[in-house]
């Protein structure tokens, strides 16, 4: 919960971010009925308590992979409360689904997890350093999309969104490499750069949440600020 309470002062006063995924063309998608713009409020993993209200900067999206294949969606949280961007693979259907596979070993990293860090560079080849990492990879425990289910602030109808998450802890180790000549300040002098080597897992640190919303509907009087 602390980290949780942590983002939410990271993310007050944050504007909605733009993803180049609302240029995507979803009417020939094979997760139609999983993809959209979802605004939400954070509870607690039993559903009976509120940590963070909702907010229109507050949103998770669905949509299709690469690939466009059946149950298989990148779901991202675009204001960064927790944060985190991962592809997952699903069983059921948009009525009732979940991941695939709750073992850590089976679930893809989260790409904001594994960014290198910037705090500091290697010098050389053969450095790594291990970094302290919050959900370094993400289950859907249970989750549904119903439609027509949810009544907006401002009264209309919209599909509901129901999602429990299970957010996987640990470390997060980085090797050295040589990077790009190119990229080199003084092209004399050799620079090197932190590229992801493992995931470690701590399953002490497991936390979950439930995400509870609706999809976005865009009509003013649905906005929450």
């Known amino acids: 919960m602390k980290k949780i309470l942590l983002y939410i002062a990271l993310a007050i006063g944050a504007t ?11 009417w020939d998608s094979a997760v139609l009925d999983y993809s959209g713009r979802f ?8 559903g009976t ?4 209200g909702f907010d229109d900067a507050q949103q998770i999206y669905i ?8 149950n298989e969606v990148w779901i991202e949280d675009v204001d960064h409360l927790f944060p985190f961007k991962c592809k997952q693979r699903l069983t059921g259907n ?4 979940a991941s695939a596979s709750l073992d850590f070993n089976n679930l893809e990293n989260n790409l904001l997890a594994i960014e290198p860090p910037t705090t500091s560079k290697p010098l050389g080849l053969g450095e790594t350093v291990i ?8 289950a859907i425990e249970e989750a549904k999309i119903l439609k027509g289910a949810a009544t907006t602030v401002g009264g209309n109808v919209a599909d509901s969104l129901y999602m429990k ?6 470390s997060v180790t980085f090797a050295s490499y040589k990077l790009p000549q190119s990229l080199w300040a003084d092209p004399e002098v050799e620079e090197f750069g932190w590229e992801l080597e493992s995931v470690t ?25």
């Open 16 to 26: 909605s971010l733009i993803s180049c995924q609302e240029e995507l063309e979803i």
């Open 39 to 46: 605004l939400f409020e954070l509870q607690d993993e039993t």
């Open 49 to 52: 308590a509120t940590l963070v």
């Open 63 to 70: 949509y299709s992979t690469a690939s466009n294949v059946a």
């Open 94 to 97: 948009a009525n009732s689904f």
């Open 131 to 138: 970094v302290d990492r919050d959900y370094i990879r993400v």
């Open 165 to 170: 998450v299970r957010l996987y802890c640990g």
């Open 201 to 225: 897992y701590d399953n002490t640190l497991d936390e979950s949440y439930v995400i509870a919303g609706h999809r976005y509907t865009g009509f003013p009087e649905d906005h929450y600020k």
